[in-house]
């Protein structure tokens, strides 16, 4: 796997802990967009010190290969973070599996970005890692979501009743998978 991997018009990173700036940036811009479908922050995770610790600790989930976060960037603009791409809970073994989360800051919604990335990552995934199937959960209001999802190929299998806790209320999760004998890099 590599540490940069880039796309037609993105560059996905893996970042260290020196780009903390930018991704509290990243974050401050979208705040309460994101906070909608995420659960409740810790005190201070606005502050870059709380992102150089998620930095690190990202790292070492990248080095045991059980998460693993893109950053994405423009091509021609590599000083601000455009979204995010990232597989957890990663299982060996019998399992070959994960989970994918994304999000994308809200200025550049509506341009193919989300698509593009996912479709590297997921590639990434598949080709780079090995894995088998890819699992994504998605609250049923988020229609945008759900149409990326479809269109890359994911399939519903079913809802996880009360799933998350998001602001004190336990909220149901529309589950998607991806298999790789259902994938084809296009």
Known sequence: MNMIYRTQRLILKILSDIEADQVLQFYLDNQEVFEIYETDRPKYFYTKQFQKTLLNCEYNMIIKQSAIRFWIYEKNQM????????????????????????????????????????????????????????????????????????????????????????????????????????????
Not at 89 to 98: G, H, L, T
Not at 133 to 156: D, H, T, W
């Open 79 to 186: 000083d601000k973070i455009i979204g995010t791409v990232s597989f957890q809970n990663i299982k060996r073994s019998f399992y070959q599996s994960c989970e994918i989360g994304y999000k994308f800051d809200q200025r550049f919604w509506r341009k193919g970005y989300a698509k593009e990335s996912v479709s590297k990552g997921i590639q990434i995934a598949f080709e780079d890692l090995g894995l088998h199937r890819i699992e994504a959960y998605v609250l049923p209001e988020n229609i945008s979501s759900i149409k990326l999802l479809e269109s890359m190929g994911f399939q519903l299998e079913g809802i996880k009743k009360q799933n998350v806790k998001l602001h004190g209320v336990w909220k149901d999760h529309e589950m998607y998978a991806l298999l790789s004998s259902d994938y084809s890099s296009k």
